[in-house]
Each structure stands twice: as C-alpha cells, then as structure tokens.
C-alpha cells in the first residue's frame, strides 16, 4: 500500500514514530495493566500459579492488542496532526520530537484507562482468551466513550457528540 503523504509530513513522522515504539508501548500497557490489577486482586503480593503464568507474555498475544494500538494512534494523529511541521530550537530530529509527544500522550491516556476495572479485566482476558471479537468491541466501546471518536478501517475516523 503506497503512502499518500509528503516525506516531511507531519503525519507522516507521526506514523513512522507510531510504528516504532509499537512494541514498547503495548507491552508497557499490558505490564501496567498487571501491574493495577495485581495491587487490586492480590495487595500482599502472594505469588501462586496463575500469577506466574500472567508474567510471561509472548509477542503473539501481545499482537491481539494491535487494534487498540492503531486506533489510539489515529485518535492522536486526528487530534494533533497537523500537516505543518514545528520548529525545533532543541537540536532533535522531528522524528525525536513527536516520538516523545506521541510515547508521553499514550502513556498518560492508558494509565487514566486503566484506573477503570472493566477496562483492565478486558485487556487481560484479551491477551489469554480465543473469543477475542467480544473483548475487542468491549475495549472500542470504551475508547468511542472516552474520546467520542470512532475509528473505522474503511471510513476512517468519525467523530460523536
């Protein structure tokens, strides 16, 4: 799929920062999301089975959550991409500067999300469940609640009062 977009571009910077820190930014959110719920369901920390068994995530299931990720990104390229870049009087690269917008918007936004139980618990059970298209509608329900903006493939995104 060819890209539309002009080489300076911001919106283009924005999706080649997106993609890079795509990893990162899932598996913090998953380790967060851990994190909260382990300190809500277990606060003396006991370690039993199915603790041990939530810690090790593979990329596989880590992936499952790629559809939260590009709709959090176009969520964010709609809100704050515009096509002008900015000028930069730190020395850093455009890429630089929106990677850290883009990782410090992302990580601000998943830590309000996962102060909501519903949210947490249908994250986790993503990442270990096979029915996955019940928990998905879940989490996109959620995100159209939060932002009042639904993200389509085909549409794009449409915003909601």
Known sequence: ???KLFKNDKNYILKIAQKETK???IS???N???KKYELKSNPL???YKPYLKSEKLNITELMKLNFFYRKISA????NYGEVQLSF???GSSHNEFYKRKWISFFKKETSAMINND????????????KDINKLQYKISTFIRKKFNIQVYKKKGVVLHS
């Open 32 to 34: 967060e999301a851990i």
């Open 75 to 78: 969520i964010y390229r709609y």
């Open 28 to 30: 913090y959110l998953i």
């Open 88 to 90: 930069l009087w730190d």
């Open 45 to 47: 920390g006991l370690i």
């Open 118 to 129: 519903t949210f947490i618990k249908s994250l986790l059970m993503l990442t270990k469940n």
């Open 1 to 3: 799929m060819s890209s």
């Open 23 to 25: 990893t990162q930014l």
